[in-house]
């Protein structure tokens, strides 16, 4: 509009154009227009960075590297661009990242916790007249936000599934999922994706038992289970600030009560009281007791066998290959897959012994040719039996050796 009252008042398109800093064919076209001019957009042009843009993406999954770095990897592929194409889009994948995570979990009622281990490095307590170190198991419900701490002097597995059943009990109930980071205890080998990730076998089992699913946040994306960090920084400035404790049991008496404390307080986040959102939660109901302190892992044989205590026992042919939960309990052992319980025998106390069930080798003993079962296994109550392991001097006579 100022082009063309400018020529109204008589100034030539040159002078339009030295006044704009325009081209003069420019300056005539906007002058003499009639209406204004309608801006269309049109196709991005090509950048030197596209054939690169979905490996940049697969690196910021992996952790959250800087441009410079992102620059230095593509150079080692023959990218030949500038640093600014790439810090520009390097900044604008990362700020979707974040906005993602932050929308993900905000979770609905029932469906995720999640965990986290503290050290309290500045802290000790007495145990059999010996100072321990001082850890911390937290677990937060996403939805409710109620809060579960434990203090233990140890972060071995055995202890990190005893401190969730603790949390179970005081929640009454647990969630679908529960997210955690890369802790020893729950993963063994960690890779870009969770499905190729090795989880720790015996949490494995625990979870398996409940029916939870463990989520496994990406690497270097804390943010990823803020709830738990928050509260990990909220137990150090509030509760462990002039903390006197005269023993463990002292010490996680007193945070129960904290606890129950910050349960009944308004959150300032969801505007409500924890203990009234968790009804609304709807969790699993905890309708059994997984027995960690009797409880080993095996690793059924290609003959179905499991062993336990010098001797052999079988199991259903359909678990060979898989891990399988055993359980000794006065003179039976059972053996349970995914808290369902696929095996029951009588103990042996001899040493080297077999102790099988027939009806558990049905699948081995099939006809190949026609799909008829074997009838000796069609009785009503199948006993266990030893076998005995054969004398190999027989053979070794036949032989002649």
Not at 78 to 95: A, E, H, L, P, T
Not at 190 to 213: P, V, W
């Given at each position: ?159 990190l599934i005893r401190c969730h059943q603790n949390a ?234």
């Amino acid at each position: 509009m100022e082009i063309r009252t400018d020529r109204q008042k008589g100034m030539s398109f040159a002078e339009i154009a030295r006044k704009y800093h325009l081209d003069p064919r420019t300056a005539k076209k906007y002058a003499l227009s009639e209406t204004r001019p309608v801006y269309k957009l049109t196709e991005p042009r090509p950048s030197k960075l596209d054939p690169f843009k979905q490996q940049i993406n697969v690196w910021l999954e992996e952790a959250p590297y800087s441009a410079a770095r992102i620059l230095e990897k593509l150079q080692e592929q023959g990218f030949g661009g500038k640093y600014s194409i790439v810090k520009d889009y390097v900044r604008g994948q990362k700020k979707d990242l974040e906005e993602k995570v932050t929308v993900r979990f905000e979770t609905i009622p029932g469906l995720q916790g999640q965990v986290d281990w503290a050290f309290f490095e500045n802290h000790k307590v007495m145990e059999a007249g010996k100072p321990k170190k001082l850890y911390c198991f937290l677990m937060v419900l996403g939805y409710s936000r109620m809060r579960y701490i434990e203090f233990v002097t140890d972060m071995t597995t055995n202890t990190l599934i005893r401190c969730h059943q603790n949390a179970f009990r005081y929640f009454n109930g647990y969630p679908e999922e529960i997210l955690y980071d890369n802790m020893k205890q729950v993963v063994v080998k960690r890779l870009l994706r969770q499905e190729d990730s090795t989880l720790n076998r015996q949490f494995e089992d625990f979870a398996g038992f409940y029916g939870f699913k463990p989520i496994l946040c990406r690497p270097y994306r804390g943010q990823t289970k803020g709830k738990v960090e928050r509260t990990v920084a909220f137990v150090r400035d509030n509760f462990m600030t002039g903390i006197r404790y005269s023993s463990l049991d002292d010490l996680n008496g007193q945070a129960f009560a904290w606890c129950n404390k910050v349960n009944g307080k308004v959150h300032n986040t969801t505007g409500e009281i924890p203990f009234e959102r968790l009804g609304k939660e709807n969790l699993n109901p905890l309708s059994r007791q997984y027995l960690i302190e009797k409880i080993n892992l095996r690793r059924v044989e290609k003959d179905c066998l499991i062993s336990y205590a010098g001797n052999k026992y079988s199991v259903p042919a359909e678990y060979v290959g898989k891990d399988v939960a055993v359980v000794g309990l006065d003179n039976m052992l059972a053996a349970y897959y995914e808290g369902k319980q696929i095996a029951l025998h009588k103990i042996s106390y001899q040493k080297k012994d077999m102790v099988v069930n027939p009806s558990h080798y049905r699948r081995l003993t099939i006809r190949q040719t026609f799909d008829i079962e074997n009838t000796l296994l069609d009785g009503g109550k199948v006993i266990d039996f030893p076998i005995k392991a054969p004398d190999l001097n027989t053979y070794d006579e036949v032989i002649g050796e």
